[in-house]
């Protein structure tokens, strides 16, 4: 993958705490990318309502919290303000998520309602705005914004069109994970390649 034109201002010093925040976060991405293809292969596959999923789910989740954090990082001097208000409620939503998935786990009905509905509509609507300010910032290659902006579309299609395979359940199954893990894939990909541009054009000792 060609690193984006305006790479070296993707991270604000080469070497620095930035960099290995951005080189941090594509890692976890690739991580995340597998767990959550994992995820959804199983919930096609075997298909059903499996609770213990709704444990497992959290891993590949808290690992794309890393992964948007590095997106964010990597473009922080680029982004307009409302771009900085988008990433930051975006990372409210996946807080929401993560602790309404813990109440669903653990049966405590308030604490998951903070994951549904009220989580995942404020992470559907804030990925949008925080794909139109990666778009525009211009430091990740642009499909970045674009594919961001239509993750939770994308995965919820997906989940539909496996639903003839896997079912459509409340809870339990993660076929949508599929589409997940490839788009967080490229993300993180992208990220890895922002980092290895910065390496190169590091200055000598």
């Known amino acids: 993958m060609s690193a984006p034109s305006t790479a070296p201002h993707a991270?604000?010093?080469?070497?620095?705490?930035?960099?290995a925040g951005v080189r941090r976060a594509g890692a976890a991405g690739v991580v995340a990318a597998a767990a959550w293809i994992a995820l959804g292969m199983d919930s096609t596959v075997r298909g059903g309502e499996m609770h213990y999923r709704d444990a497992l789910v959290m891993v590949p989740w808290v690992l794309t919290m890393v992964?948007?954090?590095g997106v964010h990082l990597a473009q922080r001097d680029r982004l307009r303000r409302w771009g900085h208000v988008a990433f930051g409620v975006l990372g409210l939503a996946m807080v929401l998520g993560l602790l309404g998935d813990l109440g669903t786990v653990l049966d405590i009905a308030p604490l998951a309602t903070l994951g549904f509905p009220l989580g995942a509509l404020l992470w559907l609507v804030a990925m949008v705005p925080a794909g139109v300010a990666t778009y525009r910032a211009g430091v990740l290659p642009r499909r970045v914004g674009v594919l961001m902006a239509l993750l939770e579309p994308l995965s919820i299609a997906t989940g539909v069109a496996l639903s003839p395979i896997a079912g459509l359940h409340d809870r339990g199954n993660y076929s949508g994970g599929l589409e997940k893990g490839l788009v967080v894939l490229m993300i993180a990909l992208a990220l890895r390649s922002v980092a290895a541009y910065r390496d190169e054009r590091r200055p000598a000792p």
């Open 67 to 69: 992964t948007l954090a």
């Open 11 to 19: 991270v604000a010093t080469a070497g620095g705490p930035e960099h």
